[in-house]
């Protein structure tokens, strides 16, 4: 039989058990944002979506040196389902991990976490301070600025896309149709 998907409640609970930063917290928060608004584009199981986006760097501040190592570890000691604990792990294909994003939610989750990053600070840059009224446009201007978010990888973020068989431009809006969907957690509601 297989474990019960967690619910947001206990998945809040278990993140904030290992991160109190306010950084990482709000990058889950815009994750778990685009993942759920993926998973209903996609037709799939939005709650499911959601509490991998949330989880996804679960050791992140405590270990980041076993950067999903770890969360597989405390996942599995938590009963977690083996699926999810698998799509969690996913997202550090070829960084940190072996484990190749195959479903749709896999490769959803590695394409967008980086370009979370980029979209909250393209956003931070605007006079409004906001993704509400941001465009993709926007994003990719700052693409194409390496010295800009250049902790950001660009290459996994198109790497992703490939994996998904999207234009990088679909991905930006969508990515950033999942963050309104959080601006207020996320700090980036601005004044547009």
């Not at 993942?35 to 949330?54: I, Q, S, T």
């Not at 270990?63 to 570890?73: A, I, L, N, R, V």
């Not at 996913?90 to 959803?108: A, L, N, Q, R, W």
């Not at 979370?116 to 693409?143: C, E, H, I």
Request: hydrophobic share 40%; net charge negative; glycine share 6%.
């Amino acid at each position: 039989m297989s474990q019960p998907t967690p619910t947001r409640e206990e998945t809040l609970a278990l993140l904030k058990t290992y991160n109190q930063s306010e950084s990482l917290i709000k990058h889950a928060f815009a994750v778990e944002g685009v993942m759920r608004y993926m998973a209903r584009k996609h037709g799939e199981e939005e709650d499911v979506w959601g509490v991998v986006g949330l989880i996804h760097d679960l050791d992140y501040e405590q270990f980041p040196d076993q950067h999903c190592k770890k969360t597989e570890e405390i996942l599995r000691e938590n009963n977690w389902p083996e699926d999810l604990i698998r799509a969690v792990i996913s997202h550090g294909y070829g960084i940190c991990t072996d484990v190749k994003p195959e479903t749709t939610m896999e490769k959803v989750l590695f394409a967008i976490d980086e370009l979370t990053g980029l979209v909250a600070t393209s956003a931070l840059v605007r006079p409004s301070k906001s993704v509400m009224d941001m465009k993709a446009k926007s994003v990719k201007k700052k693409w194409k600025d390496k010295r800009f978010a250049a902790k950001v990888d660009r290459s996994i973020i198109q790497r992703g896309a490939d994996m998904l068989g999207v234009e990088l431009g679909e991905l930006i809006t969508d990515t950033i149709m999942g963050m309104r969907e959080v601006a207020d957690e996320i700090g980036l509601k601005g004044t547009p």
